[in-house]
Each structure stands twice: as structure tokens, then as C-alpha cells.
């Protein structure tokens, strides 16, 4: 199984700041995918993070509010932009087993709370 | 777009009963489902994954699956307290795509 180490673990921000999500993985893969969990909610996939090309993103997601950069095959970033209270939320970066893809890896996550 | 649908409880048993969780999908495509299980203030673990119609025996864990009504579920023997976590159905996303989609979760507390 592929080990995710995230950071920050947890931070606290400002309104209308950004900030910068790193997902590292430790071993290549070729899909990475971030995952939004609201308070009390299921999670909801933001984009696909994919090696060499753009990230693809899931409907009510957009490049401008989430930019995501993908430089090798093991690392990641999310930058949520502008941030409001509504995004306060868990991140979490993912990844899938690459011998069967059936399973989903998580990293520990990402708690951002927005003031 | 796939749906997966969870009743989203919560759902409270005495220790070692049986605790049954629901879980229904909207694509009748879909081959392959899976159970995470989730602490608070952790990550999603998989805990179950099922490709056929019929039981899956893991243990304590049984999961069920019925692809003429598109209806998973997962069903936890001899509950514990250490099982109190919230458990969340998903099926992937796309068969060009390898995420994961899931369903709102069902919490579970298990009373000692």
C-alpha cells in the first residue's frame, strides 16, 4: 500500500488568503486525486491530478478556486484561493492502487478552518 | 454521473449485536463496491470490497451485494466499541478514471 504524508496536518486562515496543500506520496503512481470533506459530510472529489498534463475537475470546481500543480510522479499540491468560511473543510489527497485500481490510498488530511 | 446513496443513519447497537448498513447506487453498470471505514479525525480506511452479486465473508464483516436492485450493504458481527467509526459506501467513478465516489455515510456507535 502507498504511504501519503500531507501539510500542513491543520491550519487556521484568514478570509480572502490562500493556501497551499502538499500531498507527497512514496512511491511514483500516475493519478493523484483531491477530495474535499465538509463538516459532517461524505467526500466529495475536487480533481484529478494527473502527471504531465492538467488537472481534470469535477463539476462546481474550478481552476481559478483550486489550482493544482502536479510536478512528478509523487508529488502534488492544492491551493485553495480566496478563501471564505465556506471552504473550511478536511482535504485529503488520494491515490489509487496501482496493481489492481480498486483500492484508494488516503493521505492523513488537511483540516482548514476559514475565519 | 454515479450516485451512490447511504441512509445516513445514525445507527446505535449494544455491543455484540449485529449492525446493518444500507447503501444504494444509481448506475447498473457498476462492478466493483467498497466499504471505507472512518474514525473522527482520520482518513477513510477499506475495510471491504465486493465484485459479485452474493455475500463476502472478512471476519466480523459481511458485505452483500444485489446488482438487480443496486443495493450494497455491510453488515458487522459481534459489534465492539472499537467499531464506532463512520462507515461510507463508494463505487468508482468512471471506467476511464480510477477516483472514488461515496456516499454520505452512516455513523455507527456501539454501546458497551
Known amino acids: 500500500s502507498a504511504v501519503i504524508s500531507q501539510k500542513p496536518s491543520r491550519d487556521i486562515c484568514q478570509r480572502g488568503t490562500s493556501l497551499t496543500i502538499q500531498c507527497q506520496v512514496d512511491s511514483q503512481v500516475t493519478m493523484m486525486f483531491w477530495y474535499r470533506q465538509q463538516p459532517g459530510q461524505s467526500l466529495t472529489l475536487i480533481a484529478t491530478a494527473n502527471q504531465g498534463s492538467e488537472a481534470t475537475y469535477e463539476s462546481g470546481f474550478v481552476i481559478d478556486k483550486f489550482p493544482i500543480s502536479r510536478p512528478n510522479l509523487t508529488f502534488s499540491t492544492l491551493t485553495v484561493s480566496n478563501m471564505s468560511p465556506e471552504d473550511s473543510s478536511i482535504y485529503l489527497c488520494?491515490?489509487?492502487?496501482?496493481?489492481?485500481?480498486?483500492?484508494?490510498?488516503f493521505g492523513p488530511g488537511t483540516r482548514l478552518t476559514v475565519l | 454521473q454515479k450516485e451512490v446513496e447511504q441512509n445516513s443513519g445514525p445507527l446505535s447497537v449494544p455491543e455484540g449485536a449485529i449492525a446493518s448498513l444500507n447503501c444504494t447506487y444509481s448506475?447498473?453498470?457498476?462492478?466493483?463496491f467498497f466499504w471505507y471505514r472512518q474514525y473522527s479525525g482520520k482518513s477513510p480506511e477499506l475495510i471491504m470490497s465486493i465484485y459479485s452479486n452474493g455475500d463476502k465473508e472478512d471476519g466480523r464483516f459481511t458485505a452483500q451485494l444485489n446488482k438487480a436492485s443496486q443495493y450494497v450493504s455491510l453488515l458487522i458481527r459481534d459489534s465492539q466499541p472499537s467499531d464506532s467509526a463512520t462507515y461510507l459506501c463508494?463505487?468508482?467513478?468512471?471506467?476511464?478514471?480510477?477516483?472514488?465516489?461515496f456516499g454520505a455515510g452512516t455513523r455507527l456507535t456501539v454501546k458497551p
Open positions: 463508494a463505487a468508482p467513478g468512471d471506467y476511464n478514471n480510477n477516483d472514488m465516489r
Open positions: 448506475d447498473r453498470v457498476s462492478q466493483s
Open positions: 488520494s491515490v489509487p492502487d496501482e496493481s489492481t485500481y480498486n483500492e484508494q490510498f
